[in-house]
Protein backbone atom coordinates (compact mmCIF):
# COMPACT_ATOMS: atom_id res chain seq x y z
CA UNK A 1 0.00 0.00 0.00
CA UNK A 2 0.89 3.55 -0.71
CA UNK A 3 0.06 6.11 1.69
CA UNK A 4 0.22 10.26 0.23
CA UNK A 5 1.28 11.71 3.18
CA UNK A 6 3.08 15.25 4.64
CA UNK A 7 4.74 15.27 7.72
CA UNK A 8 3.04 18.25 9.53
CA UNK A 9 -0.33 16.78 8.70
CA UNK A 10 -2.67 15.73 11.71
CA UNK A 11 -5.21 13.61 9.84
CA UNK A 12 -2.09 11.56 8.60
CA UNK A 13 -0.82 11.19 11.54
CA UNK A 14 -4.35 9.48 12.72
CA UNK A 15 -3.44 7.07 9.81
CA UNK A 16 -0.04 6.36 10.32
CA UNK A 17 -0.93 5.76 14.45
CA UNK A 18 -3.05 3.80 13.19
CA UNK A 19 -1.73 1.91 11.14
CA UNK A 20 1.43 1.59 13.90
CA UNK A 21 -1.04 0.35 16.58
CA UNK A 22 -2.28 -2.72 13.89
CA UNK A 23 1.00 -3.64 13.16
CA UNK A 24 0.71 -2.58 9.51
CA UNK A 25 3.28 -0.08 8.84
CA UNK A 26 5.89 -2.49 7.44
CA UNK A 27 3.37 -2.65 4.31
CA UNK A 28 2.48 1.26 3.96
CA UNK A 29 5.42 3.09 2.11
CA UNK A 30 4.88 6.21 2.93
CA UNK A 31 4.93 9.22 -0.44
CA UNK A 32 5.78 12.78 0.75
CA UNK A 33 3.22 14.86 -0.49
CA UNK A 34 2.50 18.46 -0.12
CA UNK A 35 -0.84 18.88 -0.89
CA UNK A 36 -0.50 22.77 -1.64
CA UNK A 37 1.71 22.46 -4.44
CA UNK A 38 -0.92 19.90 -5.97
CA UNK A 39 0.76 17.49 -7.77
CA UNK A 40 -0.86 16.16 -10.11
CA UNK A 41 -0.63 12.04 -8.47
CA UNK A 42 -2.34 13.28 -6.15
CA UNK A 43 -5.10 15.18 -7.77
CA UNK A 44 -4.98 11.92 -9.89
CA UNK A 45 -5.50 9.56 -6.32
CA UNK A 46 -8.00 12.15 -4.49
CA UNK A 47 -9.58 14.46 -6.65
CA UNK A 48 -10.09 16.78 -3.34
CA UNK A 49 -6.48 17.15 -3.63
CA UNK A 50 -5.97 16.15 -0.09
CA UNK A 51 -3.92 14.00 2.61
CA UNK A 52 -4.00 11.18 3.52
CA UNK A 53 -4.80 8.88 0.73
CA UNK A 54 -4.11 5.66 0.69
CA UNK A 55 -3.49 3.23 -2.91
CA UNK A 56 -4.77 -0.06 -1.25
CA UNK A 57 -2.62 -3.28 -2.59
CA UNK A 58 -5.39 -3.59 -5.64
CA UNK A 59 -5.02 -0.28 -6.68
CA UNK A 60 -7.75 1.28 -5.28
CA UNK A 61 -7.65 4.83 -3.35
CA UNK A 62 -9.01 5.83 -0.48
CA UNK A 63 -9.49 9.26 1.50
CA UNK A 64 -10.24 10.52 4.36
CA UNK A 65 -8.93 10.09 7.30
CA UNK A 66 -11.59 7.63 8.74
CA UNK A 67 -12.57 6.03 6.02
CA UNK A 68 -8.50 4.73 5.71
CA UNK A 69 -8.73 4.73 9.45
CA UNK A 70 -11.55 1.97 9.23
CA UNK A 71 -10.11 0.21 5.94
CA UNK A 72 -6.41 -0.60 7.75
CA UNK A 73 -8.73 -1.89 10.71
CA UNK A 74 -10.69 -4.24 8.51
CA UNK A 75 -7.45 -5.77 7.02
CA UNK A 76 -7.19 -7.21 10.93
CA UNK A 77 -8.86 -9.83 11.86
CA UNK A 78 -9.83 -8.07 15.52
CA UNK A 79 -11.15 -4.94 13.85
CA UNK A 80 -10.61 -2.81 17.52
CA UNK A 81 -10.33 0.74 16.34
CA UNK A 82 -13.83 -0.06 15.43
CA UNK A 83 -16.05 -1.67 17.43
CA UNK A 84 -18.69 -3.29 15.49
CA UNK A 85 -21.78 -2.04 17.21
CA UNK A 86 -23.60 -0.87 20.24
CA UNK A 87 -22.55 1.74 22.64
CA UNK A 88 -18.67 1.04 21.96
CA UNK A 89 -18.74 2.16 18.46
CA UNK A 90 -21.10 5.04 18.66
CA UNK A 91 -18.54 6.04 21.31
CA UNK A 92 -15.45 6.10 19.33
CA UNK A 93 -17.35 7.50 16.10
CA UNK A 94 -18.83 10.76 18.16
CA UNK A 95 -15.14 11.24 19.42
CA UNK A 96 -13.61 10.81 15.97
CA UNK A 97 -15.90 13.57 14.92
CA UNK A 98 -15.24 15.76 17.87
CA UNK A 99 -11.56 15.12 17.30
CA UNK A 100 -11.69 15.66 13.76
CA UNK A 101 -14.19 18.65 14.22
CA UNK A 102 -11.22 20.25 16.54
CA UNK A 103 -8.49 19.83 13.63
CA UNK A 104 -10.57 20.86 11.13
CA UNK A 105 -11.12 24.35 13.60
CA UNK A 106 -7.52 24.45 14.41
CA UNK A 107 -6.36 24.55 10.48
CA UNK A 108 -8.94 27.09 9.62
CA UNK A 109 -7.23 28.85 11.79
CA UNK A 110 -3.35 27.79 11.15
CA UNK A 111 -4.37 28.93 7.14
CA UNK A 112 -5.65 32.52 8.70
CA UNK A 113 -1.91 33.12 10.32
CA UNK A 114 -0.56 32.42 7.08
CA UNK A 115 -2.12 35.14 5.04
CA UNK A 116 -0.94 38.50 5.22
CA UNK A 117 -2.16 40.10 8.68
CA UNK A 118 -4.50 42.59 6.83
CA UNK A 119 -6.51 39.97 5.11
CA UNK A 120 -6.30 38.18 8.47
CA UNK A 121 -10.29 37.10 9.57
CA UNK A 122 -10.32 37.90 13.73
CA UNK A 123 -14.28 37.18 13.45
CA UNK A 124 -13.57 33.90 12.03
CA UNK A 125 -10.54 32.87 14.20
CA UNK A 126 -12.36 33.69 17.64
CA UNK A 127 -15.23 31.67 16.57
CA UNK A 128 -13.30 28.55 15.32
CA UNK A 129 -11.42 29.24 18.64
CA UNK A 130 -14.61 29.10 20.63
CA UNK A 131 -15.70 25.94 18.85
CA UNK A 132 -12.68 24.28 20.21
CA UNK A 133 -12.82 25.51 23.88
CA UNK A 134 -16.54 23.86 24.08
CA UNK A 135 -15.07 20.16 22.12
CA UNK A 136 -12.47 20.32 24.73
CA UNK A 137 -14.93 21.05 27.99
CA UNK A 138 -17.14 18.22 26.16
CA UNK A 139 -13.79 16.17 26.24
CA UNK A 140 -13.53 16.72 29.15
CA UNK A 141 -16.88 16.15 30.88
CA UNK A 142 -16.17 12.65 29.05
CA UNK A 143 -13.07 11.09 30.02
CA UNK A 144 -14.38 7.53 30.77
CA UNK A 145 -15.39 7.21 26.93
CA UNK A 146 -11.18 7.58 26.58
CA UNK A 147 -10.06 5.14 28.77
CA UNK A 148 -10.84 1.50 27.42
CA UNK A 149 -9.63 -0.54 25.30
CA UNK A 150 -7.49 1.30 21.96
CA UNK A 151 -10.66 2.85 19.79
CA UNK A 152 -10.22 5.05 16.67
CA UNK A 153 -11.75 8.01 18.84
CA UNK A 154 -8.78 7.72 21.18
CA UNK A 155 -6.50 7.80 18.20
CA UNK A 156 -8.36 10.95 16.96
CA UNK A 157 -8.46 12.57 20.37
CA UNK A 158 -4.47 12.14 20.78
CA UNK A 159 -3.77 13.61 17.25
CA UNK A 160 -5.96 16.86 17.44
CA UNK A 161 -4.51 17.70 20.84
CA UNK A 162 -1.38 17.08 19.65
CA UNK A 163 -1.97 19.42 16.88
CA UNK A 164 -3.09 22.16 19.29
CA UNK A 165 0.13 22.20 21.00
CA UNK A 166 2.00 21.88 17.61
CA UNK A 167 0.12 24.92 15.49
CA UNK A 168 -1.57 26.86 18.18
CA UNK A 169 0.70 26.98 21.69
CA UNK A 170 -0.59 30.12 23.01
CA UNK A 171 -3.85 28.26 23.48
CA UNK A 172 -2.43 26.42 26.88
CA UNK A 173 -5.63 24.06 26.94
CA UNK A 174 -3.13 21.91 29.33
CA UNK A 175 -4.17 24.09 32.39
CA UNK A 176 -7.75 24.42 31.82
CA UNK A 177 -8.40 20.94 31.16
CA UNK A 178 -6.16 19.15 34.24
CA UNK A 179 -7.94 15.21 33.45
CA UNK A 180 -7.59 15.58 29.52
CA UNK A 181 -3.47 16.80 30.17
CA UNK A 182 -3.35 13.67 32.72
CA UNK A 183 -4.78 11.27 29.76
CA UNK A 184 -2.67 12.98 27.20
CA UNK A 185 0.75 12.82 28.81
CA UNK A 186 -0.03 8.94 29.17
CA UNK A 187 -0.61 8.66 25.68
CA UNK A 188 2.37 10.57 24.39
CA UNK A 189 4.42 7.71 25.55
CA UNK A 190 3.26 5.50 23.41
CA UNK A 191 5.66 4.20 20.60
CA UNK A 192 3.12 5.10 17.37
CA UNK A 193 2.93 8.92 19.18
CA UNK A 194 6.42 9.17 18.90
CA UNK A 195 7.18 7.55 16.24
CA UNK A 196 4.42 10.16 14.34
CA UNK A 197 6.07 13.56 15.46
CA UNK A 198 6.24 15.79 13.51
CA UNK A 199 9.45 18.10 12.54
CA UNK A 200 9.52 21.31 14.63
CA UNK A 201 7.16 23.97 13.80
N1 LIG B 1 -11.24 15.43 6.41
C1 LIG B 1 -9.96 15.14 5.80
C2 LIG B 1 -9.07 16.38 5.91
C3 LIG B 1 -7.76 16.23 5.12
C4 LIG B 1 -7.06 17.57 4.98
O1 LIG B 1 -7.68 18.65 5.12
N2 LIG B 1 -5.77 17.53 4.67
C5 LIG B 1 -5.00 18.74 4.46
C6 LIG B 1 -3.59 18.61 5.04
S1 LIG B 1 -3.64 18.76 6.80
C7 LIG B 1 -4.84 18.95 2.96
O2 LIG B 1 -4.39 18.04 2.28
N3 LIG B 1 -5.17 20.15 2.48
C8 LIG B 1 -4.98 20.50 1.12
C9 LIG B 1 -6.12 21.31 0.58
O3 LIG B 1 -7.09 21.55 1.31
O4 LIG B 1 -6.05 21.70 -0.59
C10 LIG B 1 -9.34 13.91 6.49
O5 LIG B 1 -9.77 13.57 7.59
O6 LIG B 1 -8.48 13.24 5.87
Known amino acids: MKLFFS ?11 AAIELGL ?11 WENPP ?16 ADNKVLFDSPVICEYLDSL ?33 IRLDSLRPE ?15 CRALQSLDSEMT ?7 IGQISVACALAYLDFRLPDE ?13 SSWMDRESMQATMPPPA
Not at 7 to 17: A, E, G, Q
Not at 84 to 103: C, E, N, V, Y
Open 7 to 17: PTSPYVRKVRI
Open 25 to 35: EDKIELILTNP
Open 41 to 56: ELAKANPLGKVPALMT
Open 76 to 108: DRRETLFPASGKARWDALRLQALADGILDAAVM
Open 118 to 132: AEQDSDMRKRQLKLI
Open 145 to 151: RLIGPLT
Open 172 to 184: DWHKLHPKLDCWY
